[in-house]
């Protein structure tokens, strides 16, 4: 399988992109008419983001990696969020960041 031979650092950061991706695709299909397109983004993400998954959980403990795909799936989604035309108000950026405060603490 591709997902093998890729470097983990890699391997996570697609993972949490697969899954930034079906989460995109969530929004296309929340809309008024269903969007087949909204339909494969969250085929295709949530299926390369096992296959990846099964490659990293091979060879990292579960809690650690989990910290880390929450982390970088979260940042991916704020991001395509952005770009998206979602607004931010203090408040949710203030809890924002105190979850991911809890993570790093949490994770250390």
Known sequence: MFA???????????????????????KLVSGIQFAWGGAALILAGLALAASGEIALLKHNSMS??????VGVETALV???ALF?????????????????????????
Not at 64 to 69: A, G, P, R, V
């Open 4 to 26: 093998y031979a890729v470097p983990q650092s890699v391997l996570l950061i697609l993972v949490g992109s697969s899954y930034a991706l079906a989460t995109m695709g969530m």
């Open 84 to 108: 998206m035309g979602e607004k931010f108000t203090p408040r949710m950026i203030l809890g924002g960041g105190l979850i991911i405060s809890g993570m790093i603490a949490v994770a250390h």
């Open 64 to 69: 650690q990696l989990y910290l880390i795909l």
């Open 78 to 80: 704020l991001v395509f």
